[in-house]
């Protein structure tokens, strides 16, 4: 079973369309990541948010952690060929300390 | 680059032969985590290792794979006999607490591509 839940699983879309990937669980998280991954390459984050409602922003990209801890979306505005990858979300829980629970992923592809 | 370092990228085993993924932590990091992704599947937490000590192996299937981090040298993970469901890309992870948030935040390696025929 998959603690965290990601939507969509594809989105390809066209250079400077706007779009929003979702993660969702029944679960309440300490803290929430996103990671951006490239083929061949290892997860990188992008952001950790850990404060439920919480918002955040990296230039382009918006992050939201949900009122209730239980979810996250990703904003992107006005995609660009360069955000073509795998977008991750993981969430630490308080009770296992250091690990990560992860979602299956959603590939992103931006087409010029 | 002084990040994650892990070796082989690539490992190619026949059935049944041992296979041994190597992890140096980043500078400072002295905790380490290893996930196993498949195609189409998300990272699964295999096993959390602190210095000479298993913290939490509750990942880790318990034939054939074992994990080590001694006081000197990198982190091992070791699969005995494989097979062709070990396939997988393997990845170590080292980690600090976020100064802001408090939260753990992990540092990937680049990962070890095992491939069993």
């Known amino acids: 079973t998959q603690l965290l839940e990601q939507s969509p699983q594809f989105l390809s879309i066209q250079e400077g369309e706007n779009l929003t990937v979702y993660c969702n669980s029944s679960?309440?998280?300490?803290?929430l990541q996103w990671y951006r991954q490239e083929p061949g390459e290892g997860p990188v984050l992008l952001v950790t948010?850990?404060?439920?409602?919480e918002v955040k922003k990296l230039k382009r990209l918006t992050f939201q952690f949900g009122d209730a801890r239980k979810d996250s979306s990703l904003h992107i505005t006005a995609a660009q060929p360069g955000d073509t990858g795998l977008y991750l979300c993981a969430g630490a829980r308080g009770s296992t300390l250091g690990r990560l629970y992860f979602g299956r992923g959603t590939q992103l592809t931006v087409w010029p | 680059n002084a990040g994650v370092m892990q070796n082989p990228r690539h490992l190619v085993r026949r059935r049944g032969q041992e296979a041994r993924l190597r992890c140096s932590p980043m500078k400072g990091h002295s905790h380490v985590y290893w996930y196993r992704q498949l195609p189409e599947e998300g990272l699964k937490f295999m096993v959390y290792l602190q210095k000479e000590n298993i913290i939490d192996e509750s990942g880790m299937p318990k034939e054939r794979f074992s994990a080590e981090f001694p006081k000197e040298g990198p982190s091992i993970l070791r699969i005995q006999q494989v097979v062709r469901g070990d396939s997988a890309a393997y990845f170590c992870?080292?980690?600090?607490?976020?100064?802001?948030?408090?939260?753990?935040?992990?540092?990937f390696g680049a990962g070890s591509r095992l491939t069993v025929l």
């Open positions: 948010v850990v404060t439920g409602g």
């Open positions: 679960s309440v998280f300490s803290s």
């Open positions: 992870a080292s980690s600090r607490p976020d100064r802001a948030s408090g939260a753990n935040v992990l540092t």
